[in-house]
């Protein structure tokens, strides 16, 4: 307590002093004491083009999260066709799924449904039909072993 009050009493001699001597006891107190004629403008410090621009690229990206990372660009957009392809290989685990074969993914509870396997692999076929033409042969191969495969397990 006392050491405080000593370090209280050196502080106030301190500013005495200063102030006997014409100068201002802190910063903040000359910068007020100064009353300029007109308003100065603080100075910007002139940046660098590459500078100004990762600045921009900065404000623009988003704050990646731990363990998180963009995925990669694509060369070229992908292709209707293949989200077609795409869209018959999860009909085809829904067409398993209703004919009870394997358990829903969505549940992991076995459901049997036999009117939504039949829909599955009709809706199969269709798509299958409309872009047999836009697929190549180990493609159409593929879906027509695999629609021969739900078709033959269905009358089962």
């Known amino acids: 307590m006392a050491d405080k009050i000593k370090e209280q009493?050196?502080?106030?001699q301190e500013v005495d002093e200063l102030k006997r001597q014409g100068k201002p006891e802190s910063p903040a107190e000359s910068e007020n004491s100064k009353k300029p004629d007109k308003p100065e403008k603080p100075e910007k410090p002139v940046k660098s083009e590459q500078r100004e621009?990762?600045?921009a690229q900065e404000k623009?990206?988003?704050?990646?999260?731990?363990?998180?990372q963009e995925p990669p660009l694509l060369d070229e957009p992908i292709k209707v066709k293949d989200y077609i392809y795409l869209n018959m290989l999860t009909l085809e685990g829904k067409a398993w799924a209703y004919m009870d074969l394997?358990?829903?993914?969505?549940?992991?509870?076995?459901?049997?449904?036999?009117?939504?396997?039949?829909?599955?692999?009709d809706t199969?076929?269709?798509l299958f039909r409309i872009i047999e033409g836009h697929l190549n042969d180990d493609q159409k191969k593929d879906l027509q072993t695999r629609l021969t495969n739900l078709r033959l397990?269905?009358?089962k």
Do not use: C, R, S, Y
Not at 105 to 116: G, L, S, V
């Open 102 to 121: 394997i358990a829903h993914p969505e549940t992991q509870k076995h459901q049997k449904d036999m009117a939504q396997a039949k829909l599955a692999i």
């Open 9 to 12: 009493q050196n502080e106030q």
């Open 60 to 68: 623009h990206e988003k704050p990646e999260q731990p363990g998180e």
């Open 53 to 55: 621009k990762q600045e």
């Open 124 to 126: 199969i076929d269709a």
């Open 153 to 155: 397990n269905f009358v």
